[in-house]
């Protein structure tokens, strides 16, 4: 039985002519769901017991499992159980200008980044739109609170599940639905090219940023082994095509690493890089765990090589760290549960 919330509105428009139903129907049902937060086809009232009973027949609407919530002052993580049985993560980041929501877009991730602790638990399958969306649901109704703004950039790489990312992204975004305005969602990619380009075509102003963490090849091969597949050169010349399609600006996001990645000459090197691009700078610093041996730059260096950047004419910005004194990195949660 399908997830109904695996509909983008003009699907359930589709089905419910398909039954010979007016097409008013289907902006009933979508409100009472995204609206009004009623996860029961018979609490529907404007809805006849008769297609109540058929919405039941072909449409599960019931939500994730919560199996685990951490909680901090700005940060509150969820680790989801899915109908299979699988764990997945979700973090809501809370800003002084609204919350943010970070969700997972597969079960696993075969990215096999050398730094992130998703990565050492292999993908297991992609997630549906459904079960992105109620990520969402969960969170707004769980914590009392209305999300603002949508990262893609939990567990899993989203472009290696574009078709369902994207149609997530449309149910968020529908103004019938939770109406999440499209610049107040993000999806990060690790730098797969030709769903780059793909994006780049949709003719939708979310935000796109671009996990690099590296300035060159070599760097970035160590850590990241889709460089190998599409070297920096290739991501650069994406952005480059993106840019000139979207007119949008991009993210670049640098986690950096003790005395890896975090070296004047490294900032030097990115900025020669990204010079004269529509785009700015993320320093992220590093989460550590027990699992992996990269540590956090200190404080002194990441200033050092945000100066540089700055002095180079880069646009930067330093990400204030969320959830330090919980499972903060991506994937830690779930690994404890799954080993």
């Given at each position: 039985m399908e997830s109904i919330f695996n509909l983008k509105y003009d699907d359930l428009v589709d089905y419910f002519l398909s039954i010979g139903e007016k097409k008013f129907k289907a902006d009933q049902v979508f409100r009472w769901i995204y609206e009004k937060r009623v996860y029961d086809f018979s609490q529907m009232s404007n809805i006849s017991k008769e297609l109540q009973e058929k919405l039941?027949?072909?449409?599960?609407?019931?939500?994730?499992?919560?199996?685990?919530?951490?909680?901090?002052?700005?940060?509150?993580?969820?680790?989801?159980?899915?109908?299979?049985?699988?764990?997945?993560e979700a973090v809501l980041m809370k800003h002084d200008y609204g919350n943010s929501v970070c969700v997972s877009s597969q079960v696993g991730c075969n990215m096999g980044c050398s730094f992130c602790e998703s990565g050492r638990l292999k993908k297991v399958r992609d997630l549906e739109a459904s079960e992105i969306v109620r990520q969402i649901l969960m969170i707004d109704d769980e914590s009392d609170t209305r999300v603002s703004s949508v990262v893609v950039m939990g567990i899993g790489e989203p472009f290696d599940n574009y078709n369902n990312v994207m149609n997530f992204i449309r149910i968020i975004n529908d103004d019938r639905g939770i109406k999440i305005g499209a610049r107040h969602i993000t999806v990060s990619t690790s730098g797969l090219v030709p769903m780059i380009d793909k994006y780049g075509d949709e003719n939708i102003q979310t935000n796109l940023a671009i996990s690099l963490h590296a300035p060159n090849n070599e760097l970035r091969s160590k850590l990241m082994k889709v460089n190998k597949a599409y070297p920096i050169e290739q991501v650069i010349d994406a952005i480059k095509r993106y840019i000139d399609k979207t007119n949008r600006r991009v993210t670049i996001e640098y986690l950096l690493l003790d005395k890896v990645n975090d070296t004047t000459e490294c900032a030097i090197e990115l900025s020669e890089l990204l010079r004269g691009l529509n785009v700015y700078v993320n320093l992220i610093p590093y989460n550590e765990t027990s699992h992996i041996e990269y540590k956090k730059s200190n404080n002194e260096r990441v200033m050092n090589f945000y100066d540089v950047l700055k002095k180079h004419g880069i646009n930067v910005t330093?990400?204030?760290?969320?959830?330090?004194?919980?499972?903060?990195?991506?994937?830690?949660?779930?690994?404890?549960?799954?080993?």
């Amino acid at each position: 039985m399908e997830s109904i919330f695996n509909l983008k509105y003009d699907d359930l428009v589709d089905y419910f002519l398909s039954i010979g139903e007016k097409k008013f129907k289907a902006d009933q049902v979508f409100r009472w769901i995204y609206e009004k937060r009623v996860y029961d086809f018979s609490q529907m009232s404007n809805i006849s017991k008769e297609l109540q009973e058929k919405l039941k027949e072909h449409f599960d609407i019931s939500m994730l499992t919560l199996r685990t919530k951490q909680e901090s002052k700005d940060t509150n993580k969820y680790l989801f159980e899915l109908a299979d049985g699988n764990t997945i993560e979700a973090v809501l980041m809370k800003h002084d200008y609204g919350n943010s929501v970070c969700v997972s877009s597969q079960v696993g991730c075969n990215m096999g980044c050398s730094f992130c602790e998703s990565g050492r638990l292999k993908k297991v399958r992609d997630l549906e739109a459904s079960e992105i969306v109620r990520q969402i649901l969960m969170i707004d109704d769980e914590s009392d609170t209305r999300v603002s703004s949508v990262v893609v950039m939990g567990i899993g790489e989203p472009f290696d599940n574009y078709n369902n990312v994207m149609n997530f992204i449309r149910i968020i975004n529908d103004d019938r639905g939770i109406k999440i305005g499209a610049r107040h969602i993000t999806v990060s990619t690790s730098g797969l090219v030709p769903m780059i380009d793909k994006y780049g075509d949709e003719n939708i102003q979310t935000n796109l940023a671009i996990s690099l963490h590296a300035p060159n090849n070599e760097l970035r091969s160590k850590l990241m082994k889709v460089n190998k597949a599409y070297p920096i050169e290739q991501v650069i010349d994406a952005i480059k095509r993106y840019i000139d399609k979207t007119n949008r600006r991009v993210t670049i996001e640098y986690l950096l690493l003790d005395k890896v990645n975090d070296t004047t000459e490294c900032a030097i090197e990115l900025s020669e890089l990204l010079r004269g691009l529509n785009v700015y700078v993320n320093l992220i610093p590093y989460n550590e765990t027990s699992h992996i041996e990269y540590k956090k730059s200190n404080n002194e260096r990441v200033m050092n090589f945000y100066d540089v950047l700055k002095k180079h004419g880069i646009n930067v910005t330093v990400r204030r760290r969320f959830g330090s004194e919980i499972d903060a990195a991506c994937g830690q949660l779930r690994a404890k549960e799954v080993n």
